[in-house]
C-alpha cells in the first residue's frame, strides 16, 4: 500500500495563477484533510471531508477550494494564487470522522508563489 | 493565546540524556491528545496517543494534567535518531467525531554524539 499520495511535490507558480494539488489514499479511510504548514506556526486545517460528498471549511480555507472526488481522492485548488499562500501543503487521511483515530499524512507539496 | 502552546526550542542534548517536553492547551473540555513526530522536510507521523492514566510506549512516555491543562512527553536513554520535531496534538472539541486536530507548532530535539 502507498498510503496516502500527493501530487505534485514541488511547484513554483506566479501571481494570479490557478492550480490544482492532488491527494489519493489507498486505506479505504472515510475522512480526508488539507493542512498547511507554515514556518514557526504549527499545521493548520484548511479544508476537510468526514466522508465521500461532504466538505467543511477548517480554520483557514480563504483561497482554496477543495473537491472529493470519491473515497480514495481530495483535491485542494488554488484559485488566484498569492504570495501568502507559499507554503507546505500536506493531505491526511483517517479511517473515521473521529478524535481518536490517528490521521496519516501525505509526503507534503511545496509550493512557492512569486 | 494559541490553542496548543509549545516551546519550539531547539533542545540540545547528548546521547543517553532524557528530555523532556510540555505542551499547555487552552480548551479544558479537549477530550483527546497526541504527540506526532515530524523529520526535517517530512510529513508528521503519530508517536503516540496521550491517555488520562499516563502512558509508556519503550523509551517514551506521555502524561495528561487536565488540572493544569499540559501534555508531556518524556523521553528516556536518548538516541541519534531521536533528532525530530515532536508536535503537540490536540482535538480542542468535547465528545466531537469531527476528526479535527490542533496542531502545536512544535519543539525541535537534536541528540548529539
Known amino acids: 500500500n502507498a498510503g496516502v499520495t500527493q501530487t505534485p511535490k514541488f511547484q513554483v507558480l506566479k501571481t494570479g495563477q490557478s492550480m490544482t494539488l492532488q491527494c489519493a489514499q489507498d486505506?479505504?479511510?472515510?475522512?480526508m484533510y488539507w493542512y498547511r504548514q507554515d514556518p514557526g506556526m504549527g499545521l493548520r486545517l484548511i479544508y476537510y471531508s468526514a466522508s465521500e460528498g461532504t466538505t467543511d471549511k477548517g480554520e483557514v480555507p480563504n483561497g482554496y477550494n477543495v473537491s472529493r472526488l470519491n473515497k480514495r481522492e481530495f483535491s485542494l485548488r488554488l484559485e488566484s494564487a498569492a504570495p501568502s499562500q507559499t507554503s507546505v501543503y500536506f493531505c491526511?487521511?483517517?479511517?473515521?470522522?473521529?478524535?481518536?483515530?490517528?490521521?496519516?499524512f501525505g509526503p507534503g507539496t511545496r509550493l512557492t508563489v512569486l | 493565546r494559541k490553542e496548543v502552546e509549545q516551546d519550539p526550542g531547539p533542545f540540545n542534548v547528548p546521547e543517553g540524556a532524557t528530555v523532556a517536553f510540555n505542551c499547555t492547551y487552552s480548551?479544558?473540555?479537549?477530550?483527546?491528545f497526541f504527540w506526532y513526530r515530524q523529520d526535517c522536510r517530512k510529513e508528521p507521523k503519530l508517536l503516540m496517543s496521550v491517555y488520562s492514566s499516563g502512558n509508556e510506549d519503550g523509551r517514551f512516555t506521555a502524561q495528561l494534567n487536565r488540572a493544569s491543562q499540559y501534555i508531556s512527553l518524556l523521553i528516556r536513554d536518548s538516541k541519534l535518531s531521536d533528532s525530530a520535531t515532536y508536535l503537540c496534538v490536540v482535538n480542542p472539541l468535547p465528545s466531537s467525531n469531527t476528526g479535527k486536530l490542533i496542531f502545536g507548532q512544535g519543539t525541535t530535539l537534536q541528540v548529539k554524539p
Open positions: 491526511a487521511s483517517s479511517e473515521r470522522q473521529s478524535s481518536y483515530n490517528e490521521q496519516f
Open positions: 480548551n479544558s473540555a479537549s477530550q483527546s
Open positions: 486505506m479505504n479511510h472515510n475522512s
